[in-house]
């Protein structure tokens, strides 16, 4: 069945670096846009980057521009969502949701299957 499943998350003291993956089975990434979302505390979840199928970024969050990238293995049937000078407002458990078909959306409606999720902790 179709699962997708994040790690990567932990940690970070402000300014550090992670990586996040998401790992699929059951289908085939580059065939869908795969979005990251995350969701703090007493939150919505909200939408951050989406890699569309065609390799294309889009960012959701003018606060992550210049630090957070979005890339995909194709051969690992994996995409990654790269953290640089994390920020405490960062902190949050963060998703990889498969889209519906090639392209992108911000909204979480487009998406149709979801990980379980991983907790990003920025703090001294």
């Known amino acids: 069945q179709v699962q997708l499943v994040e790690s990567g998350g932990g940690l970070v003291q402000p300014g550090g670096s992670l990586r996040l993956s998401c790992a699929a089975s059951a289908f085939t990434l580059d065939d869908y846009g795969i979005g990251w979302f995350r969701q703090a505390p007493g939150k919505e979840r909200e939408a951050v980057l989406c890699i569309t199928r065609s390799g294309s970024s889009l960012y959701y969050l003018g606060s992550v521009k210049g630090r957070f990238t979005i890339s995909r293995d194709n051969a690992k049937n994996t995409v990654y969502l790269q953290m640089n000078s994390l920020k405490p407002e960062d902190t949050a458990v963060y998703y990889c949701?498969?889209?519906?078909?090639?392209?992108?959306?911000?909204?979480?409606?487009?998406?149709?299957?979801w990980g379980q999720g991983t907790q990003v902790t920025v703090s001294s």
């Open positions: 949701a498969k889209g519906s078909r090639g392209s992108c959306s911000g909204g979480r409606a487009w998406y149709d299957y």
